[in-house]
């Protein structure tokens, strides 16, 4: 159940790191950059995810689970730019 918290919160983190980049660049110069299409379709697909795992109330949809794997791709995009991050990933 807290699980779930933390992903609610980190969805709406990154939900609104994209508004506000989209307001302040445009939506076409947002995704000229491939990280920022990449973070866009993260918020697609954990928007979709949140929608039918509230929708079709499932509280155990592993089903559709899946799609939260993608979130995980945000963390490795991190490393390449965090050294010490990078540093550590490599090290497990």
Known sequence: MAIEYVNLFFYWVFLGEMVIKVIGM??????????????????????VDLLLSTVLLLDDH??????????????FKLAKTWDNFNYFLVTM
């Open 62 to 75: 592993n089903d559709i689970s899946f799609i939260k794997v993608f979130r995980l791709l945000r963390v």
């Open 26 to 47: 445009g939506f076409k110069n947002y995704l000229k950059g491939m990280a920022n299409r990449f973070d866009f379709f993260i918020v697609i697909v954990s928007t």
